[in-house]
């Protein structure tokens, strides 16, 4: 596959320059390291978006509440379960959770698509990617963690609860969606220095292979990138310009932030699936 | 009411310098100019993050025809209609068409709120504001004119569309509400200068009423500033600062499609909402 002459690959997909290890390689396409990381940076993008965004409102909590007064009847559940899982069920009828990049907070019962989805296969990952779901554990450092964070106490009408709800979903997709883009930048990894992981992974260690995707470096450098997008994105724009003081002060998120949410959960989340991506990297 | 003293006014509203005429007056709450303003603004950020995000994927022009074999089996209709139309039942049961602010793109039929909604009375607008809704103009102008203009040509997958229909109802959302915060403009603009506006009210006068609401160097400048956004929001963000060409160069959109969208649609069709509010802002 590698040393043979290849067709021009689909535009979604494209060769990297090393070629796969072959122990699982077979039907799966190429992936492109450039695209993985261009679109990792894209997504730093989103989520500063919906949670500059979701900021507007004040933090709502009877929306989080499994009861209260403004709970659904007949649904055991807090209304933003409610919400979600209603969402899930129309979204998954459209196919969403047929892409590999989308990932449902509550995936038990959802109806199949209702309009044709393209055939899986030949795939970018290997076929145990889609066991893996940590969504249970974003759903919870999301709310219990990160929402008080950046959100005002106080409890607008129940009319702005659905606006409310609908950027929380957004904030959880967006990050949902980056932390298990992790199986496609293990994949790239392994598919890199297969020589490298494959001990790692033959002995099921995952200290070792939690040191092989460890740069601190990087890590550094991503922080410092999503606290300057917070900064950027989330400032009073102006026609006279202000200077940087004034422009930090008006934030509507705080840079710090970010770097905390990527320092504290969505890389070390991101690195927890590529994990347990590469523990069933060579299963047959 | 204006004149003998009051209570600090609950947090969402605040007394306006100007009395109201008294004709519609009692039982309105008061309306703060400048936090119509602010919201005006703050809103602005929200139609360019939304846009932003929409660009991410192809046209996918599949989602928009009624007859496609990616139509839902059963409904008539195309695939985005399907899926805006059942978001709205989802949202209206928990309660956000309750809000002035919010309005369906699909009103027949939406089923009551499931949950306890505050009492609609005292009202900040006028009652016949209810009867004001422009979405079919908006949903027509997004779908056939503004999406091809920042959307390339191409078809994803199945399995993006359900990711690209939210974007396109966020994009439709965010503009229906900037739209129709017309009705709380016009408001303010009413209660400040009852005595310019009541004879083209009383005489059904749109054009004079139109020329009342107009304030061509307002205009060019929101322009300005909502071009300014897009630049500033949809730039590439690098640690190492990079020249003012090369960040226009990357823009993720077209910064004068902003001031197109505002000069061409969002503005003229927030004063028709405006002009309709007005003309029946008398009406017992």
Same mark, same amino acid.
């Given at each position: 596959m590698?040393? $043979?002459?290849?067709?021009?690959?689909?535009a979604e997909t494209a060769r990297n320059g090393n070629s796969d290890d072959g122990s699982k390689g077979e039907?799966?396409?190429?992936?492109?390291?450039?695209?993985?990381?261009?679109?990792?940076?894209?997504? *730093?993008? $989103?989520?500063?978006?919906?949670?500059?965004?979701?900021?507007?409102?004040? $933090?709502?909590s009877s929306l989080y509440k499994s009861s209260s007064s403004s709970q659904i009847p007949g649904f055991d559940g807090s209304l933003i379960q409610y919400i979600v899982k209603e969402t899930e069920i129309l979204h998954s009828k459209i196919g969403r959770y047929e892409s590999p990049e989308e990932h449902p907070f509550f995936p038990d019962g959802l109806p199949l698509p209702l309009i044709p989805c393209p055939p899986k296969s030949p795939e970018l990952l290997h076929g145990a990617a889609s066991s893996i779901n940590i969504n249970s554990t974003i759903w919870k450092f999301y709310l219990e963690e990160l929402l008080p964070l950046f959100t005002k106490q106080g409890d607008g009408d129940a009319s702005s609860y659905a606006c409310t709800?609908?950027?929380?979903?957004?904030?959880?997709?967006?990050?949902?969606?980056?932390?298990?883009?992790?199986? %496609?930048?293990?994949?790239?990894? %392994?598919?890199?220095?297969? *020589?490298?992981?494959?001990?790692a992974i033959r002995a099921q260690d995952r200290d070792a292979l939690m040191k092989l995707?460890?740069? *601190?470096?990087?890590?550094?450098?991503?922080?410092?990138?999503?606290?300057?997008?917070?900064?950027? %994105? $989330?400032?009073?724009?102006?026609?006279? *310009?202000?200077?940087?003081?004034?422009?930090q002060q008006n934030c509507?998120?705080?840079?710090?932030?970010?770097?905390?949410?990527?320092?504290?959960?969505?890389?070390?989340?991101?690195k927890l699936v590529q994990v347990e991506y590469l523990l069933r990297r060579l299963d047959k």
């Open positions: 590698a040393s $043979s002459p290849t067709p021009p690959p689909p039907g799966l396409l190429m992936i492109d390291l450039e695209r993985v990381r261009k679109s990792l940076i894209r997504q *730093e993008d $989103s989520i500063v978006f919906s949670l500059i965004e979701r900021a507007k409102f004040p $933090s709502n709800a609908v950027c929380d979903l957004n904030c959880l997709q967006a990050l949902s969606r980056r932390i298990h883009y992790g199986k %496609f930048v293990a994949e790239v990894k %392994f598919r890199d220095a297969p *020589e490298e992981y494959g001990p995707l460890t740069f *601190e470096d990087v890590e550094e450098m991503v922080k410092k990138r999503v606290a300057k997008k917070a900064m950027i %994105f $989330s400032q009073e724009v102006n026609l006279i *310009e202000k200077d940087a003081d004034d422009k509507k998120i705080d840079p710090s932030l970010l770097s905390r949410l990527y320092g504290e959960w969505v890389m070390p989340l991101t």
